[in-house]
Protein backbone atom coordinates (compact mmCIF):
# COMPACT_ATOMS: atom_id res chain seq x y z
CA UNK A 1 0.00 0.00 0.00
CA UNK A 2 3.00 2.44 0.43
CA UNK A 3 4.54 1.60 -2.61
CA UNK A 4 1.60 2.82 -4.35
CA UNK A 5 2.09 6.33 -2.59
CA UNK A 6 4.80 8.92 -4.32
CA UNK A 7 7.93 10.06 -2.10
CA UNK A 8 6.06 13.46 -1.34
CA UNK A 9 3.16 11.86 -0.46
CA UNK A 10 4.48 9.36 2.12
CA UNK A 11 5.96 12.36 3.83
CA UNK A 12 2.37 13.80 4.35
CA UNK A 13 1.58 10.72 5.51
CA UNK A 14 4.51 10.54 7.93
CA UNK A 15 3.25 14.14 9.40
CA UNK A 16 0.07 12.57 9.75
CA UNK A 17 1.25 9.35 11.58
CA UNK A 18 3.24 11.31 13.74
CA UNK A 19 0.01 13.66 14.59
CA UNK A 20 -1.88 10.44 15.35
CA UNK A 21 1.05 9.27 17.85
CA UNK A 22 0.99 12.65 19.53
CA UNK A 23 -2.83 12.59 19.96
CA UNK A 24 -2.16 8.75 21.51
CA UNK A 25 0.40 10.37 23.74
CA UNK A 26 -1.69 12.95 25.07
CA UNK A 27 -4.84 11.21 25.74
CA UNK A 28 -2.53 8.73 27.47
CA UNK A 29 -0.64 11.35 29.50
CA UNK A 30 -4.59 13.02 30.09
CA UNK A 31 -5.94 9.72 31.40
CA UNK A 32 -3.31 8.06 32.83
CA UNK A 33 -5.69 5.20 33.49
CA UNK A 34 -9.22 3.61 32.11
CA UNK A 35 -10.27 3.09 29.06
CA UNK A 36 -8.83 6.29 27.19
CA UNK A 37 -5.59 5.78 28.41
CA UNK A 38 -5.75 2.30 27.01
CA UNK A 39 -7.56 4.18 23.57
CA UNK A 40 -4.54 6.82 23.78
CA UNK A 41 -1.65 3.91 24.10
CA UNK A 42 -4.00 2.17 20.87
CA UNK A 43 -3.30 5.59 18.97
CA UNK A 44 0.25 5.88 20.36
CA UNK A 45 1.25 2.60 18.96
CA UNK A 46 -0.46 2.96 15.81
CA UNK A 47 1.52 5.81 14.87
CA UNK A 48 4.60 4.97 16.06
CA UNK A 49 3.98 1.46 13.67
CA UNK A 50 3.44 3.27 10.13
CA UNK A 51 5.75 6.26 11.00
CA UNK A 52 8.81 3.86 10.95
CA UNK A 53 7.13 1.96 8.31
CA UNK A 54 6.90 5.44 6.23
CA UNK A 55 9.97 6.34 7.30
CA UNK A 56 11.75 3.16 5.91
CA UNK A 57 9.53 3.70 2.60
CA UNK A 58 11.16 7.00 1.40
CA UNK A 59 14.28 5.59 0.72
CA UNK A 60 12.68 2.93 -1.57
CA UNK A 61 11.31 3.33 -5.32
CA UNK A 62 9.25 6.26 -5.81
CA UNK A 63 5.25 5.24 -6.82
CA UNK A 64 5.42 3.55 -10.06
CA UNK A 65 4.73 6.59 -13.19
CA UNK A 66 1.98 7.26 -15.38
CA UNK A 67 -0.12 6.36 -11.96
CA UNK A 68 -2.61 9.29 -12.71
CA UNK A 69 -3.81 7.34 -15.81
CA UNK A 70 -4.92 4.38 -13.68
CA UNK A 71 -7.98 4.23 -10.68
CA UNK A 72 -6.77 3.86 -7.57
CA UNK A 73 -7.84 0.87 -6.32
CA UNK A 74 -5.68 -0.30 -3.59
CA UNK A 75 -7.82 1.45 -1.09
CA UNK A 76 -10.74 -0.09 -1.84
CA UNK A 77 -8.79 -3.47 -1.74
CA UNK A 78 -7.28 -2.47 1.98
CA UNK A 79 -10.86 -1.87 2.89
CA UNK A 80 -12.23 -5.08 1.62
CA UNK A 81 -9.69 -7.07 3.62
CA UNK A 82 -10.91 -5.37 6.74
CA UNK A 83 -14.54 -5.90 5.35
CA UNK A 84 -14.13 -9.76 6.00
CA UNK A 85 -12.07 -9.16 9.01
CA UNK A 86 -14.40 -7.36 10.75
CA UNK A 87 -16.86 -9.86 9.48
CA UNK A 88 -15.27 -13.07 10.71
CA UNK A 89 -14.59 -11.52 14.20
CA UNK A 90 -18.21 -9.75 14.67
CA UNK A 91 -20.19 -13.06 13.55
CA UNK A 92 -17.92 -14.97 15.90
CA UNK A 93 -18.97 -12.63 18.32
CA UNK A 94 -23.00 -12.37 17.35
CA UNK A 95 -22.61 -16.77 17.25
CA UNK A 96 -21.14 -16.57 20.80
CA UNK A 97 -23.32 -13.88 22.61
CA UNK A 98 -26.13 -16.11 20.83
CA UNK A 99 -24.70 -19.56 22.34
CA UNK A 100 -24.80 -17.78 26.10
CA UNK A 101 -28.50 -17.35 26.12
CA UNK A 102 -28.96 -20.70 25.27
CA UNK A 103 -26.29 -21.97 27.63
CA UNK A 104 -25.78 -18.80 29.55
CA UNK A 105 -24.00 -20.75 32.66
CA UNK A 106 -21.02 -21.02 30.10
CA UNK A 107 -20.40 -17.16 31.08
CA UNK A 108 -16.66 -16.98 32.27
CA UNK A 109 -16.21 -15.04 35.24
CA UNK A 110 -14.15 -12.23 33.23
CA UNK A 111 -16.42 -9.34 33.52
CA UNK A 112 -15.47 -8.12 29.66
CA UNK A 113 -17.28 -10.98 28.21
CA UNK A 114 -20.48 -10.84 29.77
CA UNK A 115 -23.04 -11.18 27.36
CA UNK A 116 -24.19 -6.94 27.87
CA UNK A 117 -20.42 -5.96 27.17
CA UNK A 118 -20.32 -8.23 24.26
CA UNK A 119 -23.26 -7.51 22.62
CA UNK A 120 -22.32 -4.30 21.10
CA UNK A 121 -19.18 -5.70 20.22
CA UNK A 122 -21.54 -7.59 17.73
CA UNK A 123 -23.44 -5.20 17.09
CA UNK A 124 -20.45 -2.28 16.33
CA UNK A 125 -18.63 -4.38 14.53
CA UNK A 126 -20.78 -6.12 12.04
CA UNK A 127 -22.38 -2.38 11.54
CA UNK A 128 -19.48 -0.46 11.44
CA UNK A 129 -17.13 -2.61 11.15
CA UNK A 130 -18.08 -5.12 8.41
CA UNK A 131 -20.95 -2.99 6.61
CA UNK A 132 -18.57 0.71 7.17
CA UNK A 133 -15.65 -0.89 5.65
CA UNK A 134 -17.42 -2.72 2.78
CA UNK A 135 -19.35 0.90 1.97
CA UNK A 136 -16.31 3.27 1.90
CA UNK A 137 -14.12 0.55 -0.27
CA UNK A 138 -17.17 -0.30 -2.90
CA UNK A 139 -17.93 3.82 -2.65
CA UNK A 140 -14.07 4.08 -3.63
CA UNK A 141 -14.35 2.24 -6.62
CA UNK A 142 -18.08 2.95 -7.54
CA UNK A 143 -16.92 6.95 -7.50
CA UNK A 144 -14.02 6.26 -9.60
CA UNK A 145 -15.90 4.31 -12.57
CA UNK A 146 -18.79 5.93 -12.66
CA UNK A 147 -17.02 9.62 -12.83
CA UNK A 148 -14.11 7.84 -14.68
CA UNK A 149 -11.91 9.83 -12.89
CA UNK A 150 -8.95 8.74 -10.56
CA UNK A 151 -9.45 9.60 -6.82
CA UNK A 152 -8.71 13.43 -6.18
CA UNK A 153 -5.82 12.64 -4.02
CA UNK A 154 -3.90 9.49 -2.82
CA UNK A 155 -3.04 9.83 0.89
CA UNK A 156 -6.37 10.84 2.42
CA UNK A 157 -8.39 6.97 1.61
CA UNK A 158 -5.85 5.92 3.76
CA UNK A 159 -6.67 8.20 6.30
CA UNK A 160 -9.92 7.60 5.88
CA UNK A 161 -9.64 3.77 5.79
CA UNK A 162 -7.05 3.68 9.04
CA UNK A 163 -8.58 6.38 10.90
CA UNK A 164 -12.44 5.11 10.59
CA UNK A 165 -10.73 1.53 11.53
CA UNK A 166 -9.44 2.81 14.41
CA UNK A 167 -12.70 3.97 15.79
CA UNK A 168 -14.51 0.99 15.24
CA UNK A 169 -11.29 -0.68 17.68
CA UNK A 170 -11.93 2.19 19.91
CA UNK A 171 -15.69 1.40 19.89
CA UNK A 172 -15.21 -2.30 20.45
CA UNK A 173 -12.06 -2.28 23.41
CA UNK A 174 -13.91 0.51 25.36
CA UNK A 175 -17.28 -2.12 25.11
CA UNK A 176 -14.78 -4.49 26.95
CA UNK A 177 -13.53 -2.29 29.49
CA UNK A 178 -17.08 -1.21 30.22
CA UNK A 179 -17.22 2.22 28.70
CA UNK A 180 -20.12 2.99 26.79
CA UNK A 181 -22.95 6.57 26.23
CA UNK A 182 -25.10 3.62 26.79
CA UNK A 183 -27.01 4.53 22.96
CA UNK A 184 -27.74 2.21 20.67
CA UNK A 185 -25.52 1.81 17.31
CA UNK A 186 -23.62 5.34 19.16
CA UNK A 187 -21.99 3.52 22.52
CA UNK A 188 -18.32 4.86 21.57
CA UNK A 189 -17.72 7.76 23.97
CA UNK A 190 -17.27 11.22 23.19
CA UNK A 191 -13.53 11.17 21.90
CA UNK A 192 -13.89 8.47 19.91
CA UNK A 193 -17.27 10.53 18.37
CA UNK A 194 -15.09 13.40 17.74
CA UNK A 195 -12.34 11.33 16.03
CA UNK A 196 -14.97 10.07 13.90
CA UNK A 197 -16.56 13.51 12.60
CA UNK A 198 -12.71 14.37 11.57
CA UNK A 199 -12.29 11.15 9.64
CA UNK A 200 -15.75 11.60 7.87
CA UNK A 201 -15.47 15.44 6.69
CA UNK A 202 -12.14 13.94 4.99
CA UNK A 203 -14.17 11.13 3.28
CA UNK A 204 -17.26 13.55 2.52
CA UNK A 205 -14.90 16.18 0.82
CA UNK A 206 -12.59 13.44 -0.64
CA UNK A 207 -15.60 11.83 -2.11
CA UNK A 208 -16.74 15.86 -3.13
CA UNK A 209 -13.35 16.38 -4.65
CA UNK A 210 -13.70 13.28 -6.96
CA UNK A 211 -17.07 13.73 -8.39
CA UNK A 212 -16.08 17.33 -9.33
CA UNK A 213 -13.21 15.76 -11.84
CA UNK A 214 -15.59 13.28 -13.40
CA UNK A 215 -15.29 12.88 -16.91
CA UNK A 216 -19.08 11.86 -17.07
CA UNK A 217 -21.62 14.60 -17.48
CA UNK A 218 -24.12 12.87 -15.57
CA UNK A 219 -23.68 11.80 -11.54
CA UNK A 220 -25.02 8.30 -11.65
CA UNK A 221 -27.69 7.68 -9.04
CA UNK A 222 -25.62 5.44 -6.87
CA UNK A 223 -23.37 7.88 -6.18
CA UNK A 224 -26.65 9.80 -4.86
CA UNK A 225 -27.09 7.14 -2.56
CA UNK A 226 -23.17 6.54 -1.12
CA UNK A 227 -23.69 10.94 -0.66
CA UNK A 228 -26.68 10.44 1.01
CA UNK A 229 -25.30 7.69 3.27
CA UNK A 230 -22.46 10.19 3.80
CA UNK A 231 -23.75 13.35 4.76
CA UNK A 232 -26.54 11.99 6.23
CA UNK A 233 -24.75 10.08 8.96
CA UNK A 234 -22.70 12.67 9.43
CA UNK A 235 -25.38 15.19 10.67
CA UNK A 236 -27.14 12.08 12.91
CA UNK A 237 -23.80 11.36 14.67
CA UNK A 238 -22.79 14.81 15.43
CA UNK A 239 -26.42 15.34 16.50
CA UNK A 240 -27.03 12.50 18.91
CA UNK A 241 -23.02 12.62 20.14
CA UNK A 242 -23.39 16.10 21.69
CA UNK A 243 -22.21 15.58 25.20
CA UNK A 244 -20.29 17.14 28.22
CA UNK A 245 -17.73 14.99 29.19
CA UNK A 246 -17.11 14.44 32.84
CA UNK A 247 -13.03 15.66 32.82
CA UNK A 248 -11.40 15.87 29.61
CA UNK A 249 -8.85 13.18 31.00
CA UNK A 250 -11.66 10.63 30.70
CA UNK A 251 -14.18 8.75 29.01
CA UNK A 252 -17.39 9.27 30.73
CA UNK A 253 -19.78 12.13 29.47
CA UNK A 254 -23.44 12.88 29.46
CA UNK A 255 -25.47 13.45 26.43
CA UNK A 256 -26.97 17.24 26.64
CA UNK A 257 -30.54 15.57 26.10
CA UNK A 258 -32.53 14.48 28.49
CA UNK A 259 -35.83 12.27 29.07
CA UNK A 260 -37.85 12.00 26.00
CA UNK A 261 -36.35 14.21 23.83
CA UNK A 262 -32.84 12.24 24.60
CA UNK A 263 -35.36 9.06 23.61
CA UNK A 264 -36.06 10.60 20.36
CA UNK A 265 -32.92 12.05 19.17
CA UNK A 266 -31.49 8.87 19.68
CA UNK A 267 -34.38 6.71 17.75
CA UNK A 268 -33.92 9.67 15.22
CA UNK A 269 -30.43 8.71 14.80
CA UNK A 270 -30.96 4.89 15.21
CA UNK A 271 -33.00 4.83 12.55
CA UNK A 272 -31.63 6.30 10.14
CA UNK A 273 -28.48 4.44 10.98
CA UNK A 274 -31.11 1.65 9.51
CA UNK A 275 -32.03 4.44 6.83
CA UNK A 276 -28.45 5.91 5.76
CA UNK A 277 -26.05 3.51 6.87
CA UNK A 278 -27.92 0.18 6.30
CA UNK A 279 -30.19 0.88 3.14
CA UNK A 280 -28.98 4.62 0.95
CA UNK A 281 -25.19 3.43 0.89
CA UNK A 282 -26.12 -0.17 0.02
CA UNK A 283 -29.04 0.79 -2.23
CA UNK A 284 -25.58 2.73 -4.26
CA UNK A 285 -23.63 -0.70 -3.90
CA UNK A 286 -27.00 -2.32 -5.48
CA UNK A 287 -27.39 0.11 -7.96
CA UNK A 288 -24.03 -0.49 -9.77
CA UNK A 289 -23.48 -3.97 -9.27
CA UNK A 290 -26.65 -5.79 -9.84
CA UNK A 291 -26.49 -4.06 -13.24
CA UNK A 292 -22.96 -4.28 -13.81
CA UNK A 293 -23.07 -8.21 -13.04
CA UNK A 294 -26.21 -9.00 -15.25
CA UNK A 295 -24.45 -6.92 -17.80
CA UNK A 296 -28.16 -5.56 -18.21
CA UNK A 297 -28.74 -1.49 -17.49
CA UNK A 298 -30.98 -0.94 -14.52
CA UNK A 299 -34.70 -1.81 -15.36
CA UNK A 300 -35.66 1.92 -14.99
CA UNK A 301 -33.10 4.95 -14.45
CA UNK A 302 -35.96 7.77 -14.28
CA UNK A 303 -38.06 5.07 -11.40
CA UNK A 304 -34.42 4.92 -9.54
CA UNK A 305 -34.37 9.05 -9.33
CA UNK A 306 -37.85 8.78 -8.03
CA UNK A 307 -37.36 6.15 -5.16
CA UNK A 308 -33.94 7.93 -4.45
CA UNK A 309 -35.78 11.22 -3.27
CA UNK A 310 -39.18 9.22 -1.52
CA UNK A 311 -36.60 7.08 0.69
CA UNK A 312 -34.32 10.65 1.68
CA UNK A 313 -37.58 12.54 2.58
CA UNK A 314 -39.54 9.93 3.93
CA UNK A 315 -37.13 7.93 5.71
CA UNK A 316 -35.70 10.98 8.36
CA UNK A 317 -39.43 10.83 10.00
CA UNK A 318 -39.73 7.78 10.84
CA UNK A 319 -37.57 7.22 14.14
CA UNK A 320 -40.50 7.90 16.63
CA UNK A 321 -42.05 4.49 15.73
CA UNK A 322 -39.43 3.01 18.20
CA UNK A 323 -40.87 4.94 20.72
CA UNK A 324 -45.02 3.67 20.81
CA UNK A 325 -46.72 3.96 23.73
CA UNK A 326 -43.89 6.14 25.67
CA UNK A 327 -43.69 9.40 26.98
CA UNK A 328 -43.45 10.97 23.78
CA UNK A 329 -46.87 12.95 22.11
CA UNK A 330 -48.87 10.59 20.70
CA UNK A 331 -49.09 12.52 17.69
CA UNK A 332 -45.10 12.41 17.10
CA UNK A 333 -45.71 8.59 17.21
CA UNK A 334 -48.08 8.79 14.80
CA UNK A 335 -46.05 10.67 12.71
CA UNK A 336 -43.74 8.40 12.49
CA UNK A 337 -46.02 5.25 12.09
CA UNK A 338 -47.57 7.12 8.89
CA UNK A 339 -44.15 7.68 7.35
CA UNK A 340 -43.20 4.48 8.11
CA UNK A 341 -46.35 2.91 6.23
CA UNK A 342 -45.65 5.24 3.29
CA UNK A 343 -41.72 4.22 2.97
CA UNK A 344 -43.03 1.09 1.59
CA UNK A 345 -43.60 2.73 -1.69
CA UNK A 346 -39.65 4.11 -2.21
CA UNK A 347 -38.36 0.76 -0.67
CA UNK A 348 -40.41 -1.35 -3.10
CA UNK A 349 -39.97 0.79 -5.95
CA UNK A 350 -36.10 -0.12 -5.63
CA UNK A 351 -36.45 -3.84 -4.94
CA UNK A 352 -38.97 -3.98 -7.59
CA UNK A 353 -36.63 -2.25 -10.03
CA UNK A 354 -33.55 -4.20 -9.06
CA UNK A 355 -35.63 -7.92 -9.75
CA UNK A 356 -37.54 -6.14 -12.84
CA UNK A 357 -33.67 -5.76 -14.18
CA UNK A 358 -33.00 -9.41 -13.87
CA UNK A 359 -36.19 -10.02 -15.75
CA UNK A 360 -34.52 -11.39 -19.08
CA UNK A 361 -31.53 -12.81 -17.40
CA UNK A 362 -32.92 -15.39 -14.95
CA UNK A 363 -30.61 -18.13 -16.68
CA UNK A 364 -27.84 -15.71 -15.31
CA UNK A 365 -29.19 -16.02 -11.82
CA UNK A 366 -29.54 -19.48 -11.79
CA UNK A 367 -26.15 -20.59 -12.84
CA UNK A 368 -23.89 -17.32 -11.14
CA UNK A 369 -24.08 -17.35 -7.24
CA UNK A 370 -22.43 -13.86 -7.27
CA UNK A 371 -25.12 -12.24 -9.67
CA UNK A 372 -27.83 -14.59 -7.14
CA UNK A 373 -26.42 -12.89 -3.93
CA UNK A 374 -27.63 -9.76 -5.04
CA UNK A 375 -30.94 -11.28 -6.19
CA UNK A 376 -31.64 -12.95 -3.17
CA UNK A 377 -30.16 -9.24 -1.91
CA UNK A 378 -33.51 -7.16 -3.04
CA UNK A 379 -35.92 -10.25 -2.02
CA UNK A 380 -34.75 -9.58 1.33
CA UNK A 381 -34.57 -5.93 1.10
CA UNK A 382 -38.39 -6.03 -0.72
CA UNK A 383 -39.51 -8.77 2.51
CA UNK A 384 -37.69 -6.90 5.40
CA UNK A 385 -38.94 -3.12 4.24
CA UNK A 386 -42.47 -4.77 4.47
CA UNK A 387 -42.05 -6.37 7.54
CA UNK A 388 -40.47 -3.26 8.85
CA UNK A 389 -43.67 -1.03 7.74
CA UNK A 390 -45.74 -3.16 9.16
CA UNK A 391 -44.43 -3.59 12.89
CA UNK A 392 -44.31 0.49 13.06
CA UNK A 393 -48.03 0.25 12.88
CA UNK A 394 -48.96 0.91 16.90
CA UNK A 395 -51.13 -1.81 17.44
CA UNK A 396 -49.02 -4.27 15.27
CA UNK A 397 -46.39 -3.16 17.65
CA UNK A 398 -48.19 -3.80 20.95
CA UNK A 399 -47.19 -7.40 19.81
CA UNK A 400 -44.00 -6.92 18.43
CA UNK A 401 -42.16 -4.54 20.82
CA UNK A 402 -39.60 -5.81 23.54
CA UNK A 403 -39.85 -9.77 21.74
CA UNK A 404 -36.59 -11.56 19.43
CA UNK A 405 -39.28 -10.32 16.33
CA UNK A 406 -37.45 -7.18 16.13
CA UNK A 407 -34.21 -9.04 16.62
CA UNK A 408 -35.65 -11.72 13.37
CA UNK A 409 -36.30 -8.10 11.58
CA UNK A 410 -33.26 -6.63 11.84
CA UNK A 411 -31.56 -9.61 11.09
CA UNK A 412 -33.67 -10.26 7.95
CA UNK A 413 -31.98 -6.88 6.72
CA UNK A 414 -28.75 -7.57 7.91
CA UNK A 415 -28.18 -10.75 6.84
CA UNK A 416 -31.01 -11.17 4.02
CA UNK A 417 -29.99 -7.71 2.24
CA UNK A 418 -27.38 -5.96 3.69
CA UNK A 419 -24.32 -9.27 3.73
CA UNK A 420 -25.75 -10.58 0.94
CA UNK A 421 -25.59 -7.30 -0.84
CA UNK A 422 -21.96 -7.08 0.03
CA UNK A 423 -20.76 -10.83 -0.70
CA UNK A 424 -22.57 -10.16 -4.09
CA UNK A 425 -20.02 -6.81 -4.65
CA UNK A 426 -17.00 -8.96 -3.33
CA UNK A 427 -17.20 -11.55 -5.54
CA UNK A 428 -17.51 -9.24 -8.48
CA UNK A 429 -14.88 -7.04 -7.28
CA UNK A 430 -12.30 -9.42 -5.85
CA UNK A 431 -11.59 -10.87 -9.73
CA UNK A 432 -11.87 -7.74 -11.58
CA UNK A 433 -9.38 -6.08 -9.21
CA UNK A 434 -6.72 -8.91 -9.00
CA UNK A 435 -6.66 -9.26 -12.51
CA UNK A 436 -8.55 -12.20 -12.75
CA UNK A 437 -11.86 -13.93 -14.59
CA UNK A 438 -13.23 -15.11 -11.84
CA UNK A 439 -12.57 -16.04 -7.90
CA UNK A 440 -9.54 -18.43 -7.20
CA UNK A 441 -12.26 -21.10 -5.93
CA UNK A 442 -15.53 -20.41 -7.97
CA UNK A 443 -17.17 -23.49 -5.93
CA UNK A 444 -16.48 -22.33 -2.83
CA UNK A 445 -18.70 -19.06 -3.89
CA UNK A 446 -21.69 -21.95 -4.50
CA UNK A 447 -21.26 -23.66 -0.98
CA UNK A 448 -20.69 -20.07 0.93
CA UNK A 449 -24.43 -18.81 -1.04
CA UNK A 450 -26.52 -21.82 0.45
CA UNK A 451 -24.41 -21.62 3.82
CA UNK A 452 -25.91 -18.05 3.81
CA UNK A 453 -28.86 -18.72 2.96
CA UNK A 454 -29.76 -21.64 4.79
CA UNK A 455 -27.96 -19.34 8.03
CA UNK A 456 -30.23 -16.62 7.39
CA UNK A 457 -33.55 -18.60 7.01
CA UNK A 458 -33.33 -20.80 10.39
CA UNK A 459 -32.10 -17.55 11.88
CA UNK A 460 -34.55 -15.01 10.71
CA UNK A 461 -37.50 -17.91 11.29
CA UNK A 462 -36.89 -18.66 14.74
CA UNK A 463 -36.45 -15.49 16.21
CA UNK A 464 -40.29 -14.79 14.18
CA UNK A 465 -40.99 -17.64 16.17
CA UNK A 466 -39.95 -16.47 18.98
CA UNK A 467 -40.73 -13.00 19.02
CA UNK A 468 -44.47 -14.07 18.61
CA UNK A 469 -44.39 -16.87 20.85
CA UNK A 470 -43.13 -13.82 23.55
CA UNK A 471 -45.46 -11.57 22.17
CA UNK A 472 -48.38 -13.48 23.05
CA UNK A 473 -47.25 -15.11 26.23
CA UNK A 474 -47.16 -11.75 27.87
CA UNK A 475 -50.72 -10.96 26.72
CA UNK A 476 -52.63 -14.13 27.66
CA UNK A 477 -54.79 -13.67 30.41
CA UNK A 478 -56.58 -16.14 32.72
CA UNK A 479 -60.12 -16.25 34.00
CA UNK A 480 -59.14 -13.98 36.80
CA UNK A 481 -57.42 -10.92 34.69
CA UNK A 482 -53.99 -12.22 35.72
CA UNK A 483 -51.11 -12.59 33.67
CA UNK A 484 -51.03 -16.55 32.46
CA UNK A 485 -47.57 -16.88 32.55
CA UNK A 486 -44.91 -15.55 34.22
CA UNK A 487 -42.07 -13.80 32.67
CA UNK A 488 -39.45 -16.87 33.45
CA UNK A 489 -42.04 -19.32 31.67
CA UNK A 490 -42.02 -16.71 28.51
CA UNK A 491 -37.92 -16.77 28.86
CA UNK A 492 -38.05 -21.08 29.31
CA UNK A 493 -39.97 -21.26 26.40
CA UNK A 494 -37.41 -19.42 24.05
CA UNK A 495 -34.87 -22.28 24.57
CA UNK A 496 -35.51 -24.34 21.12
CA UNK A 497 -35.83 -20.81 19.46
CA UNK A 498 -32.79 -19.75 20.66
CA UNK A 499 -31.18 -22.89 19.91
CA UNK A 500 -31.92 -22.64 15.94
CA UNK A 501 -30.54 -19.11 15.99
CA UNK A 502 -27.04 -19.98 17.21
CA UNK A 503 -27.24 -22.95 14.31
CA UNK A 504 -28.37 -20.11 12.13
CA UNK A 505 -25.81 -17.79 13.06
CA UNK A 506 -23.22 -20.36 12.84
CA UNK A 507 -23.94 -21.81 9.79
CA UNK A 508 -23.70 -17.73 8.13
CA UNK A 509 -20.60 -17.43 9.71
CA UNK A 510 -19.27 -20.28 8.40
CA UNK A 511 -20.04 -18.77 5.14
CA UNK A 512 -18.11 -15.74 5.69
CA UNK A 513 -15.35 -17.68 6.75
CA UNK A 514 -15.50 -19.31 3.54
CA UNK A 515 -15.69 -15.70 1.89
CA UNK A 516 -12.87 -14.74 3.36
CA UNK A 517 -10.11 -17.54 2.12
CA UNK A 518 -11.51 -17.69 -0.89
CA UNK A 519 -10.79 -13.68 -1.08
CA UNK A 520 -7.50 -14.08 0.50
CA UNK A 521 -6.83 -17.05 -2.29
CA UNK A 522 -7.88 -14.89 -5.32
CA UNK A 523 -6.03 -12.14 -4.10
CA UNK A 524 -2.51 -14.11 -3.20
CA UNK A 525 -3.19 -15.25 -6.71
CA UNK A 526 -2.88 -11.61 -8.38
CA UNK A 527 -0.60 -12.08 -11.23
CA UNK A 528 2.39 -9.93 -11.12
CA UNK A 529 1.59 -5.91 -12.52
CA UNK A 530 -1.57 -7.26 -13.25
CA UNK A 531 -3.85 -4.23 -13.21
CA UNK A 532 -8.40 -3.91 -12.55
CA UNK A 533 -9.87 -5.80 -15.70
CA UNK A 534 -12.36 -3.31 -16.34
CA UNK A 535 -12.30 -0.43 -18.41
CA UNK A 536 -9.66 1.91 -18.31
CA UNK A 537 -9.43 5.46 -16.99
CA UNK A 538 -8.27 6.41 -20.47
CA UNK A 539 -9.57 5.23 -23.60
CA UNK A 540 -6.60 3.38 -24.90
CA UNK A 541 -5.98 2.48 -28.82
CA UNK A 542 -7.60 0.22 -31.03
CA UNK A 543 -5.82 -3.13 -30.74
CA UNK B 1 -44.21 26.45 19.94
CA UNK B 2 -47.76 25.98 20.38
CA UNK B 3 -49.26 22.46 18.89
CA UNK B 4 -51.97 24.34 17.01
CA UNK B 5 -49.42 26.35 14.95
CA UNK B 6 -47.78 23.42 14.57
CA UNK B 7 -50.31 21.53 13.11
CA UNK B 8 -51.73 24.31 11.24
CA UNK B 9 -47.97 24.43 9.40
CA UNK B 10 -47.65 20.81 9.14
CA UNK B 11 -50.96 20.55 7.33
CA UNK B 12 -50.45 23.73 5.05
CA UNK B 13 -46.72 24.08 4.03
CA UNK B 14 -45.47 20.75 5.10
CA UNK B 15 -48.37 19.39 3.02
CA UNK B 16 -47.58 21.50 -0.04
CA UNK B 17 -43.77 21.38 0.19
CA UNK B 18 -43.77 17.72 0.48
CA UNK B 19 -46.06 16.91 -2.26
CA UNK B 20 -44.56 19.85 -4.03
CA UNK B 21 -41.32 18.64 -3.70
CA UNK B 22 -42.83 14.89 -4.68
CA UNK B 23 -44.21 16.35 -8.27
CA UNK B 24 -41.30 18.10 -9.20
CA UNK B 25 -39.31 15.24 -9.08
CA UNK B 26 -41.84 13.23 -10.77
CA UNK B 27 -42.06 15.43 -13.64
CA UNK B 28 -38.08 16.38 -13.99
CA UNK B 29 -37.64 12.47 -14.31
CA UNK B 30 -40.06 11.54 -16.17
CA UNK B 31 -40.46 14.06 -18.61
CA UNK B 32 -40.00 12.72 -22.61
CA UNK B 33 -37.13 15.14 -23.23
CA UNK B 34 -34.85 13.23 -20.68
CA UNK B 35 -35.93 9.56 -21.70
CA UNK B 36 -32.39 8.91 -24.10
CA UNK B 37 -30.48 10.56 -21.84
CA UNK B 38 -32.05 8.32 -18.67
CA UNK B 39 -31.33 5.43 -20.67
CA UNK B 40 -27.48 6.60 -21.80
CA UNK B 41 -27.17 7.26 -18.05
CA UNK B 42 -28.36 3.78 -16.96
CA UNK B 43 -26.11 2.00 -19.74
CA UNK B 44 -22.98 4.41 -18.57
CA UNK B 45 -22.01 1.66 -16.20
CA UNK B 46 -22.02 -0.56 -18.00
CA UNK B 47 -18.76 -2.06 -19.49
CA UNK B 48 -18.50 -0.76 -23.28
CA UNK B 49 -16.29 -2.86 -25.06
CA UNK B 50 -17.68 -6.47 -23.45
CA UNK B 51 -13.76 -7.53 -23.54
CA UNK B 52 -12.05 -7.33 -20.30
CA UNK B 53 -8.12 -6.13 -20.73
CA UNK B 54 -5.46 -8.33 -18.77
CA UNK B 55 -7.18 -11.41 -18.21
CA UNK B 56 -4.20 -14.00 -18.07
New interface residues.
Given amino acids: MIASLSIPERQVGLMLTIGVAILGLVMLGAAKEGPMAVHGAMALLLGIVLAFALIGSLFEPDAPGGRAARYYDEPTRFGLMLTLIWGVVAMSVGVWVAALLYWPEATPLWPATSFGRLRPVHTTGVIFGFGGNALIATSLHVLQ??SRARLADSVSPWFVLIGYNLFCVWAVTGYLMGSTQSKEYAEAEWYADIWLVVVWVTYLVLYLRTLARRN?P?I???NWYYLAFILVVAMLHVVNNIALPVSFAGARSFPVWSGVQDAMVQWWYGHNAVAFFLTAGFLGMLY?FL??RA????WS???S??SF??IV?FYVWVGSHHLHYTALPY?VQTLGMTFSVMLLVPSWASAGNAIATLNGAWHKVRDDATLRFMFVAAVFYGLSTFEGSFLAIRPVNSLSHYTDWTVGHVHSGTLGWVAMIIFGAIYTLVP?LS???TMAWPKAIEWHFWLSIAGTLIYVVSMWNAGITQGLMWRTYDANGGLAYSFLESVMAMAPYYLLRTIGGALFLAGTVLCALNVRATMIAT?VG???????LLP?PAE | MAHDTLVFIAKTFGLIWMMGFFAVVVVLAYRPSRKAAHERIGRSILIDSGRPEHVP
Fill in positions: RTEHYVAYPVERPIYRLIVWGFWQGRAPAGATDRPQ
